[in-house]
């Protein structure tokens, strides 16, 4: 992939999110509360094997 196509998909995935945080600020906050959610689920369960590991 070139240098200038990498740019312009960069600059398209950022307008597109902005226009979402813009036009649906309400909807944007409940995904990225969703997505933290499942990352700390995801660090708990990880913390949780490894302690079982090694107990």
Known sequence: MSSGLKKIIV???VALVLFF???QP???ADFV????G???DGAE???TFFKSLFA
């Not at 509360?33 to 933290?36: E, G, Q, S």
Request: avoid cysteine.
């Open 11 to 13: 600059v398209g995935v």
């Open 21 to 23: 945080l813009i036009t």
């Open 26 to 28: 309400t909807n944007s």
């Open 33 to 36: 509360h969703r997505v933290l």
């Open 38 to 40: 499942w990352l700390k």
């Open 45 to 47: 369960a990880i913390v």
